[in-house]
């Protein structure tokens, strides 16, 4: 295993674990394993990886063979920067990226790699806080981790990955109960009138995109066609027998 530079010590994020322990982090982490679970049951191929929050396992539920976590800290199979991945281009076919952009420095950096290294046709997921939501909205009154990130909304990054050539589904949004105590417990209604009446307001959403590479077509010149003469049209033997 490589060994932990300066800077991805630094990619270690105050307060993470402690708010996994917590009743919103396990409210949270448990609607987002359960959609991760679905959405990489039936991806396959040879290499997958997860980049970043190495403490939960988002790859459990698929069956490719080779599935690592990659990152600062943690339970990481690799260590590394994200912004500078240490995998071969186009060698990847599945990448999980749960709530690493709002946290980086340079989360267009990090997607360029992820272009990078996956395949043609290979499938990303990002997992994001929601800035319009009771999540995003209290944010702006606390500091510690995960309020402390910079919430990206979901148009903003889908623009970011079709300008990469991703092709991105419309995502899925969960987690409407607000961020108190204990989310779940008063607050249970809320799920199912969220994803009726205000489907894009849960506090963390899912994308799903696709790499395309588009296929490059040939095009052949046109030439141009010339009538051909009458005398082209003579068989040969005739000028071969003149003489005779």
């Not at 990481?76 to 186009?90: H, R």
């Not at 991703?166 to 995502?171: L, N, P, S």
Request: net charge positive; charged share 25%; glycine share 10%.
């Amino acid at each position: 295993m490589a060994e932990l530079s300066g800077d991805a010590h630094r990619m270690s994020i105050p307060g993470l674990d402690a708010w996994l322990a917590s009743a919103q982090g396990r409210y949270v982490l448990g609607w987002e394993q359960r959609e991760l679970d679905a959405a990489v049951a039936d991806v396959f191929g040879f290499n997958a990886l997860q980049l970043g929050l190495p403490q939960c396992d988002f790859l459990r539920a698929n069956r490719i063979p080779l599935r690592r976590k990659a990152g600062g800290s943690g339970p990481i199979d690799v260590a590394c920067e994200l912004t500078a991945l240490p995998f071969a281009s186009q060698s990847t076919d599945l990448i999980v990226l749960p709530h690493v952009l709002e946290f980086a420095d340079d989360p267009h950096q990090i997607l360029r790699e992820v272009e990078r290294v996956l395949i043609p046709e290979g499938q990303l997921i990002v997992v994001g806080f929601n800035p319009f939501s009771l999540w995003g909205l209290k944010r702006r009154r606390d500091a510690g981790f995960p309020w402390n990130g910079g919430y990206l909304p979901q148009v903003r990054v889908r623009d970011w990955l079709k300008l990469l050539g991703f092709e991105v589904d419309r995502g899925r949004h969960g987690c409407y109960a607000p961020p108190c105590e204990q989310p779940q417990r008063h607050w249970h209604w809320l799920e199912n009138a969220g994803r009726r009446w205000w489907p894009f307001c849960g506090g963390i959403y899912i994308l799903r995109a696709i790499k395309r590479t588009h296929a490059m077509r040939l095009i052949a010149p046109a030439w141009r066609r010339k009538p051909l003469r009458a005398k082209a049209l003579r068989p040969i033997a005739n000028k071969e027998g003149h003489g005779h």
